[in-house]
């Protein structure tokens, strides 16, 4: 491998990796030529797939054009036209669109919108924001208070306050049946009984992924849960925040996740797949109701220097173009009921595997000590990043977190781009199985005992 020179960068470790070199479709090469795989789009990115040539194409016509224009100086075309699209994509009644530049100013923004709603209609007594634990929903203190993952959160609750959660509907770990509508019903309740308990006069908003992202490796919810929670919602004038950025643009087999269940929330945030990795981009999309008394009460109190920068909006429009000229959407659903089938059959030859799920193009499979109690590997091999490095020098990207809050449990995300075919998920299949048969390997050495 190329050595490196010293970098003057640093992220959360001290690990360096090979220097990237090129990247088209699914693949990615390093400087030495090595080919990669890229079986999790990046962070659950690269939905389109890598150097799409339309995209580019429409980025470089917006770079001769002009590529910054501020908001409070200019509107432009870029910006009306992808905003246009944005509304005709979401539910009814999400017409109002603001943009961002990643996951983590969304959900800022959709806090700040749901309190600024709040003041604007005379209900200052609402800032509580219910969500889940285990959760992720961004990096920025705001939400890291809606945060449930430990190890990101515990460093700073000395400088934050962080919200109400409840227990995400975990039906594989409790013994429950998913698809039995009774334990649907059994999750959403909670969120019922957080809203009586915190007082439903202060609670404003339920901030929730329709399908789990990293915190939980892809969970779908229990049969009933979504539509519940929305009913809870509506009865106690609580707002319905849906977290998209992870699955919003398609990845599973919707544009929006939420249209599994026919859902109307209040506000979406999106990011990720919006501009599949081309260019920092994400939405907040809100209802006209929401909007309207705000602007109306002195505008809304809040924003970014990038939000809706043309070259990143043409941009994020012509990946929208690509999904809908190629039917990724509906590709996406297809090839991930052949994902999800593959991984089951790992499963079946895997004792070690305790659990597979996913919607569409967003995947995981869990990793236990024992399938019948669900006990997880011990929280000193580090399983998770262990198998992520084995698949990694065999060619094969992945994605990996803990499942239990952060603290235990491993889980590994398989989530490649919309574009992949049943070729190439047997190719991440294989890469799969050679990856897993050395990782088993390993634990077995280090426990014996184990299964």
């Known amino acids: 491998m190329t050595s490196h020179p010293k970098s003057h960068l640093f992220y959360q470790t001290r690990k360096r990796k090979p220097v990237l070199d090129q990247a088209r479709g699914i693949y990615m090469w390093d400087v030495d030529g090595k080919r990669y795989l890229d079986g999790s789009s990046g962070a659950m990115v690269c939905n389109i797939g890598h150097s799409n040539e339309h995209v580019l194409a429409a980025m470089r016509m917006q770079m001769e054009k002009s590529t910054f ?11 009306e036209r992808l905003a246009s699209k944005t509304a005709s994509l979401t539910q009814d009644g999400l017409n109002r669109i603001f943009f961002v530049s990643g996951g983590s100013e969304a959900v800022e923004s ?34 890291l208070a809606l945060t449930g993952y430990d190890p990101l959160t515990e460093p700073f609750e000395p400088m934050m306050r962080p919200m109400p959660k409840i227990p995400a509907p975990r039906a594989y770990l409790d013994g429950l049946d998913p698809d039995d509508e009774a334990t649907g019903r059994h999750y959403a309740d909670m969120l019922e009984r957080k809203i009586i308990e915190e007082g439903p006069d202060t609670v404003l908003a339920f901030f929730v992924e329709p399908v789990g ?11 009933g849960y979504m539509e519940r929670v929305q009913e809870i919602c509506r009865e106690y004038g609580v707002l319905l925040i849906l977290d998209e950025v992870m699955t919003g643009a398609g990845r599973t087999g919707k544009f929006l996740a939420g249209e599994h269940w026919d859902l109307a929330p209040d506000i979406v945030v999106m990011s990720k797949g919006f501009a599949a990795g081309y260019v920092p981009l994400g939405a907040m ?62 499963k079946q030859r895997y004792p070690i595997i305790g659990d597979v799920r996913g919607k569409g193009l967003l995947t995981a499979f869990e990793f236990v000590s024992d399938r019948h109690s669900m006990a997880p590997l011990p929280a000193s091999l580090s399983a998770h990043a262990r ?14 977190r803990r499942t239990r809050g952060g603290v235990d449990g491993d889980h590994i995300l398989v989530c490649p781009p919309m574009i992949v075919n049943e070729n190439q998920i047997d190719e ?22 184990s299964a």
């Open 213 to 223: 992202g990293a915190s939980t490796g892809a969970l779908v919810p229990p049969k």
């Open 387 to 400: 198998f992520v490095d084995i698949a990694y020098e065999k060619g094969l990207i992945v994605y990996s």
């Open 428 to 449: 991440i299949i294989d890469m799969l199985d050679a990856s897993l048969r050395e990782f088993t390997s390993e634990v077995q050495a280090a426990l014996p005992q």
């Open 110 to 143: 959709g806090i700040k919108l749901a309190r600024q709603y709040a003041l604007a209609v005379g209900q200052g007594s609402r800032w509580k924001v219910i969500s889940r634990y285990p959760s992720y929903h961004g990096s920025t203190l705001g939400a």
């Open 285 to 346: 999309a809100a209802h006209d109701r929401l909007v309207e008394p705000v602007l109306d009460a002195g505008g809304f109190q809040h924003g970014y220097t990038y939000a809706g920068n043309p070259l990143a909006c043409a941009a994020g429009l012509a990946v929208i173009e690509e999904i809908e000229r190629q039917g990724m959407v509906a590709n996406a659903a297809a090839m991930g009921d052949v994902l999800l089938a593959r991984l089951e059959d790992l």
């Open 69 to 79: 224009g501020y908001r409070l100086h200019f509107e432009t075309e870029a910006s």
